[in-house]
C-alpha cells in the first residue's frame, strides 16, 4: 500500500473518484438552489400566512429590497424611524437570484420600504400645493407659499439635489424631522417624496441665519446678554436632542435661524444621527464640519453628545465675535494638527472670562470631562 493510500481499505480508481467528485459539486449546487428556493417560499408562506390573502410576487413584498448593496441596506435599517429587530431581505448582488437576509433579532413586523414612508403620516402633501418664490437653488432652501389649515403661509422649502444627494440620505433627513419636534427646532410643515426633486417645506424664518445676521450692522450692535440669551434658546433645543439621543453634529451659527422676533431655532440635520449605545460611528468618507468638530472624531470616527457639547463651546466663539470664522487663517488640515498640539482659541477682545471660561469646559480634550448641556444650561444663566 503506498503512502498516499496508507490508512484506507482499497484504493479508489483514478476516473471513478472524479466522477463521484464532479457528481458531489453537482449535488451541492443543486441543493443551495434548492434551499434558495426554498428560503423564498418560505417568506411567501410567512406573509399568506400572516396576511390571509393570495401570495404575492417577493419582489411585491414590503420587506424585499431589490438592487439595494449591503451597505445601502444598512442604512435604511439603521433608520430612525425602525425599531430594534427590524431585518428586511435584498437580492444577493453577487449571486443574483438569490436572497440576502440584513437583520439583528427578529422581534418587530417587516420594515415598510422607506420611499413609502410618508404616505400616511399626515406630512405628504402634492406639489401643486407648494409654490416657490424665490430662485430655485437646488440642495438649498427657498422661499415659498403653502396652503396650512386655511391659510396661504410663507414657508421655506430645501429642494433635494438629484445628482448630489442619494435619495435615502434625503429621506433619511425627513424622517429625522419628523422624530424630532420641538420649539427650539425648526418645525417640518411637509414633505414631497413621492416624485423628484424631493422637497422638506418647514416653517419660515424672517431673519435668515445667525451667522448673517452676527456680520450685518445689526448683529454687530447687539449687546452681550442677548447673545447669551442666543445660546440659552440653543441650549433648550440641544437639551431635547440630547434627551431624545441624537447628535446634530453640525452645531454653528450658519445653521441657526432668526425669526422676527429673534427667537432662534435649529435648522438644517442633514448630518443629524440617531445614537446607537450612546454614539454614532461615522461611515466612510462621511462629512464632517471640521471646524466645529471635537478632535475624538477625527482620531476615533465616533460622535457622542460631548462631541456636540464641544460643538457649542465653538459657536459661543461665533457669538462673542460677531460670527468670525474659527480658527481664522487656518486651514482644516492645520485646524486638525491645531487640535492635536492641545492648543485652543485664545479669548477674543470683549469676552468676559467667565464666559471663556465655559468655552474651556466644552473643550476639554477628554469628551467625559465636558459639561452636560443641562450644567452649561445653569452655567450661562448665572453669567
Not at 472524479?18 to 434548492?34: A, I
Not at 451597505?71 to 435604511?76: C, D, I, L, S, T
Not at 440617531?274 to 460611528?281: N, T
Request: proline share 4%; net charge negative; aromatic share 8%.
Amino acid at each position: 500500500m503506498s503512502d498516499g493510500q496508507e490508512g484506507s481499505p482499497c484504493a479508489e480508481p483514478q476516473g471513478d473518484r472524479e466522477n463521484e467528485e464532479q457528481q458531489s459539486e453537482d449535488q451541492d449546487v443543486k441543493e443551495h438552489n434548492t434551499r434558495s428556493e426554498s428560503f423564498k417560499s418560505l417568506f411567501r408562506a410567512e406573509s399568506l400566512r400572516d396576511q390571509g390573502t393570495e401570495i404575492k410576487p417577493l419582489e411585491a413584498e414590503t420587506w424585499f429590497f431589490k438592487g439595494v448593496s449591503g451597505k445601502e441596506a444598512e442604512r435604511v435599517i439603521l433608520q430612525p424611524e425602525n425599531k430594534e429587530g427590524t431585518f428586511l431581505i435584498r437580492e444577493s448582488q453577487s449571486k443574483k437570484g438569490n436572497a440576502n437576509g440584513l437583520c439583528q433579532r427578529l422581534a418587530s413586523p417587516p420594515l415598510k420600504k422607506s420611499q413609502s414612508i410618508s404616505k400616511t403620516d399626515g406630512f405628504e402633501i402634492p406639489r401643486k400645493c407648494v409654490l416657490l418664490q424665490s430662485k430655485r437653488e437646488v440642495g438649498h432652501f427657498a422661499e415659498g407659499r403653502m396652503r396650512l389649515n386655511g391659510n396661504n403661509v410663507r414657508v421655506s422649502v430645501k429642494m433635494q439635489s438629484v445628482e448630489g444627494t442619494p435619495n435615502q440620505a434625503f429621506l433619511r433627513e425627513v424622517s429625522i424631522r419628523k422624530v424630532l419636534q420641538h420649539g427650539r427646532l425648526v418645525q417640518l410643515l411637509a414633505v414631497v417624496t413621492q416624485s423628484q426633486p424631493m422637497l422638506i417645506i418647514t416653517e419660515f424664518m424672517s431673519q435668515g441665519n445667525l451667522n448673517s445676521y452676527l456680520r450685518s450692522d445689526l448683529g454687530r450692535q447687539l449687546e452681550l446678554v442677548l447673545l447669551i440669551d442666543f445660546a440659552l434658546q440653543v441650549l433648550d433645543g440641544m437639551l431635547y436632542m440630547e434627551e431624545n439621543a441624537y447628535v446634530h453634529r453640525d452645531l454653528r451659527s450658519a445653521n441657526i435661524l432668526l425669526n422676527g422676533n429673534l427667537e432662534c431655532k435649529i435648522g438644517d440635520f442633514s448630518l443629524t444621527q440617531k445614537l446607537k449605545e450612546q454614539r454614532y460611528i461615522l461611515l466612510k468618507d462621511e462629512k464632517v464640519a471640521v471646524k466645529w468638530t471635537a478632535p475624538e472624531v477625527f482620531r476615533e470616527e465616533t460622535h457622542t453628545t460631548k462631541s456636540d457639547v464641544w460643538s457649542f463651546g465653538i459657536f459661543l466663539m461665533e457669538l462673542v465675535t460677531f460670527g468670525q470664522t474659527p480658527y481664522p487663517g487656518l486651514t482644516f488640515a492645520q485646524t486638525v494638527q491645531f487640535l492635536e498640539s492641545g492648543l485652543r482659541m485664545q479669548r477674543p477682545l470683549g469676552c468676559p472670562e467667565e464666559l471663556y471660561y465655559v468655552m474651556l469646559m466644552c473643550w476639554e480634550e477628554e469628551p467625559c470631562s465636558r459639561p452636560s448641556f443641562q450644567l452649561l444650561r445653569d452655567l450661562l444663566q448665572n453669567l
